[in-house]
Every structure is written in structure tokens, then in C-alpha cells.
């Protein structure tokens, strides 16, 4: 018992140990107490709230003429109460998925990549055209309007999320 003492759930249960051996129930205490922390582990588990950013109204801009290049915009909402960041971007449907921000710095529009996009709680990223929007490259088979797909974004913690993406024609 003395190298569970660190353990939530065993802190809670030792003076249940206490009482039991001063009742002389020693044979039982350690199934009782494993017992206790088997049912306290779903307790403890259940007070961290797993919170993921969610992709809203995602599309993608093809280019006329089949351009080996596409660019994707949404809005990204964080109902979290922690901040998130984006740090990298995937796609089944294309060879690279990046982060950019189109900038007009000095009367000249500068495109850059992002290494990572820090959403706040209870705030939203929004990728639109002239601005913070994902380039889609080198898709892996030609993507028609109404196409949905799925873009993964890896999260700073490790954690990924899922995004839906439609097609749509170019302008």
C-alpha cells in the first residue's frame, strides 16, 4: 500500500485501511481498497474535459485551368476555456497542407507560411481570402466542385481534429 499512497483514490480510501485494521480485516483490505480505486479512476477521469476546436463552413477555392494548387477557408471556433494552437495541417487529398497569411505590406501582397495558429478561448480564427487561409498543394487526384474533404489538424498538445472541406468552383 505504501507505493499507491501517492494515488487520489487511495488517499481516500486509507481511512477506510484504518478502520478495517483496527477491525482486524486485514485479508480484505487490499481487495477493498483496489476495488475502491478501480471505481474512483472513472470519477477522476470524468472532471477533465476533453475540448477540441471545431471547423465551421469550410470550403475550397479551385483554380481555373486545374492549378496543382488550392486554397481553403472556414472559420475555426474555440468554445474551450483553454487557448489551442494549430501547428500543422493534413489531407488524404493532397501531398501538403500548409498555413499561410496573405499580407499587403507596403502596397504589395506578401504571402507567408505560419508555423502555428494560437486560437484564445471562446475565440475563432477565420481563413478568408487576402487573409490566414490553408494552401492545399499537389492534390493527389483532381478535386471537382462539391467535393468534401477532410483536412486533419494536429494540435500543439498532440491531439488532432478534423475538418470538413467542400469544393467549390472557381470564381
Given at each position: 500500500?505504501?507505493?499507491?499512497?501517492?494515488?487520489?483514490?487511495?488517499?481516500?480510501?486509507?481511512?477506510v485501511?484504518?478502520?478495517?485494521?483496527?477491525?482486524?480485516?486485514?485479508?480484505?483490505?487490499?481487495?477493498?481498497?483496489?476495488?475502491?480505486?478501480?471505481?474512483?479512476?472513472?470519477?477522476?477521469?470524468?472532471?477533465?474535459?476533453?475540448?477540441?476546436?471545431?471547423?465551421?463552413?469550410?470550403?475550397?477555392?479551385?483554380?481555373?485551368?486545374?492549378?496543382?494548387?488550392?486554397?481553403?477557408?472556414?472559420?475555426?471556433?474555440?468554445?474551450?476555456?483553454?487557448?489551442?494552437?494549430?501547428?500543422?495541417?493534413?489531407?488524404?487529398?493532397?501531398?501538403?497542407?500548409?498555413?499561410?497569411?496573405?499580407?499587403?505590406?507596403?502596397?504589395?501582397?506578401?504571402?507567408?507560411?505560419?508555423?502555428?495558429?494560437r486560437?484564445?478561448?471562446?475565440?475563432?480564427?477565420?481563413?478568408?481570402?487576402g487573409?490566414?487561409?490553408?494552401?492545399?498543394?499537389?492534390?493527389?487526384?483532381?478535386?471537382?466542385?462539391?467535393?468534401?474533404?477532410?483536412?486533419?489538424?494536429?494540435?500543439?498538445?498532440?491531439?488532432?481534429?478534423?475538418?470538413?472541406?467542400?469544393?467549390?468552383?472557381?470564381?
Amino acid at each position: 500500500m505504501d507505493a499507491m499512497r501517492g494515488w487520489p483514490a487511495v488517499k481516500l480510501l486509507q481511512p477506510v485501511a484504518v478502520i478495517m485494521q483496527r477491525m482486524k480485516i486485514t485479508r480484505l483490505a487490499p481487495l477493498v481498497l483496489a476495488l475502491g480505486a478501480v471505481m474512483a479512476v472513472p470519477a477522476i477521469a470524468r472532471t477533465k474535459v476533453d475540448c477540441t476546436p471545431q471547423v465551421q463552413q469550410g470550403w475550397i477555392r479551385l483554380l481555373p485551368g486545374g492549378m496543382p494548387m488550392h486554397a481553403g477557408f472556414g472559420r475555426i471556433d474555440n468554445a474551450c476555456a483553454q487557448p489551442v494552437t494549430i501547428v500543422g495541417a493534413k489531407s488524404a487529398s493532397y501531398g501538403e497542407v500548409e498555413l499561410h497569411e496573405s499580407r499587403n505590406v507596403d502596397g504589395v501582397n506578401r504571402m507567408r507560411q505560419l508555423k502555428e495558429l494560437r486560437i484564445a478561448p471562446k475565440e475563432a480564427a477565420v481563413l478568408k481570402p487576402g487573409g490566414m487561409h490553408l494552401m492545399l498543394m499537389d492534390p493527389v487526384k483532381p478535386v471537382k466542385p462539391g467535393a468534401r474533404i477532410a483536412i486533419v489538424f494536429t494540435l500543439s498538445d498532440g491531439r488532432e481534429m478534423l475538418g470538413e472541406f467542400i469544393a467549390r468552383k472557381p470564381d
